[in-house]
């Protein structure tokens, strides 16, 4: 057993990755044991992540709030608490806040061979969160 006791602090959202206020407290990082990545995610409200890609695809576990996950095909989708989310290997999407309210999740991904969890592309402009907000299911 390894028991990894809480206390660390919160770390921003990167701005080359995310628009808006996010928070991510990091669960576990791929390691020599396992290729799993966790870290659970706090946006603000309006918050989101840039489009993105994950080789052995994500699965998200919403906690809080109300969300947003949006796929390159266009699809989207309202998330809210106890929801889960399964994106496919390779398939572009974003996810994030509605403009309202605030969202929370935990996200699950594994690392592929090379060490590599997620590739991040071009962030979601505010036309196209827009779309989505008027979009969602």
């Known amino acids: 057993m390894k028991y990894t006791r809480s ?21 576990r990082g791929p390691d ?13 409200p309006g918050a989101r992540t840039a489009w993105h890609h994950h ?6 576990y919403v906690t809080d709030g109300i969300g947003l996950v949006a796929t390159r095909a266009g699809g989207v989708q309202e998330i809210r608490p ?8 390779g ?12 969202m929370a999740h935990v996200a ?5 061979d090379n060490g590599e969890a997620v590739t991040w592309l071009n962030h979601v402009s505010d036309s196209e969160y827009e779309a989505a907000q008027g979009a969602r299911s």
């Not at 106890?82 to 496919?88: N, W």
């Open 7 to 27: 206390g660390g602090a919160s770390a921003v959202g990167p701005e080359s990755c995310f628009t808006g206020a996010v928070l991510i407290d990091g669960v």
């Open 82 to 89: 106890g929801d889960v989310v399964h994106i496919e290997p």
């Open 32 to 44: 020599g044991q396992s290729a799993v990545g966790c870290a659970h995610v706090r946006f603000a």
């Open 91 to 102: 398939e572009e999407h974003w996810h994030g806040a509605t403009a309202d309210r605030f």
């Open 55 to 60: 080789p052995k695809g994500q699965t998200l």
């Open 108 to 112: 699950m991904q594994e690392a592929d």
